[in-house]
């Protein structure tokens, strides 16, 4: 299964994609968590020891490596730029494991408008696509916060984008816009998740403002989420009531809803 976590900036969708990977991974399969947010803080989330933290470098800094595989010299044009570039093995290479979780930091790319074919994003775009079409794990895609880079296309050929919502009237016109851009791109499903939930009323908000059958469930606003961000700890280890929200979503998720 491969989804890509997607909405409004802050509305919780690293959090929600690190605590969904931790679910996988306990019960046994082979999950890689990909940060594809330019702004790369998924590996917190997950709980990786700073050590390891300090290790990552995401795929778009790694020069040699985007020289070798596009064959364009750092810093310069090729005149063989290579645009189906070998990136089977980058996710075994350059993934770093920890509680059971891969993570592939992605990086960012200076797109300099959307006609960019700069090897580094040739190099992301094909390793992204390889990830959904090829790859045998559960690939769980954090996004970049809002619809811009969707519509360049960078996670075309998921089974479903989870858009994360809050009860609130900003956060659903971003998912109304996932939802006519899934569409448009040929994305099969688009599913939804509350988070931030305080009550009933919040629910029903939420309910009433999205297609029947598309919510997969909701996850209560806890101030234990709040704490084990502030103190570098996963919520998966500290936030008891979240995983078991998340649990019965990732049932619904499991059972195509
Ligand atoms: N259910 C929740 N209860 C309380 N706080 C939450 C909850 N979910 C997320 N948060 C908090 O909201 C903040 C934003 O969460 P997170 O970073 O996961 O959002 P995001 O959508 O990935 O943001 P960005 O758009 O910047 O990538 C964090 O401080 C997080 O701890
Ligand atoms: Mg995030």
């Given amino acids: ?13 690293t959090t929600f994609s690190a605590m969904l990977a931790r679910l996988y991974a306990d019960e046994g399969y082979r999950v890689l968590s990909v940060d594809a947010d330019p702004d790369a803080n998924l590996a917190l989330a997950l709980g ?7 290790t990552i470098v995401p795929i778009s800094e790694m020069k040699e490596l985007v020289a070798e595989r596009t064959n364009v010299p750092i810093g310069g044009f090729g005149k063989m730029f290579k645009m189906n570039p070998k ?23 200076d797109t300099g408008g959307s006609g960019c074919v700069c090897p580094e994003h040739v190099l992301l775009k094909r390793l992204t696509s390889h990830l959904i079409l090829q790859n045998k794990d559960v ?10 880079h969707l519509a360049r296309g960078t996670a075309q050929g998921v089974d479903a984008f989870i858009v994360v919502v809050e009860p609130g009237e900003r956060s659903i016109q971003t998912y109304r816009k996932v939802k006519k851009l899934g569409e448009d ?14 009550n009933k009323e919040d629910e029903n908000f939420i309910i009433n403002n999205v297609q029947d059958g598309e919510c997969l469930g909701f996850i209560y606003y806890n101030e234990e989420v709040i704490n084990s961000d502030r103190s570098n700890l996963s919520p998966y280890d ?4 979240t995983v078991e929200e998340i649990k019965y979503i990732k049932q619904k998720l499991q059972g195509g809803i």
């Fill in 1 to 13: 299964m491969k989804i890509a976590i997607t909405g409004k900036g802050g509305v919780g969708k």
């Fill in 48 to 54: 990786f020891p700073k050590e390891l933290m300090d």
């Fill in 87 to 109: 990136v089977d093995d980058i996710p075994e290479r350059y993934c770093k494991e920890y509680n059971g979780v891969r993570l592939l930091t992605m990086g960012t790319v």
């Fill in 139 to 148: 690939v769980i895609m954090d996004m970049e916060a809002g619809i811009e």
């Fill in 185 to 198: 791109i040929g994305v099969k499903r688009v599913l939804v998740v509350g988070n931030k939930i305080r």
């Fill in 238 to 241: 500290n936030c008891t009531k």
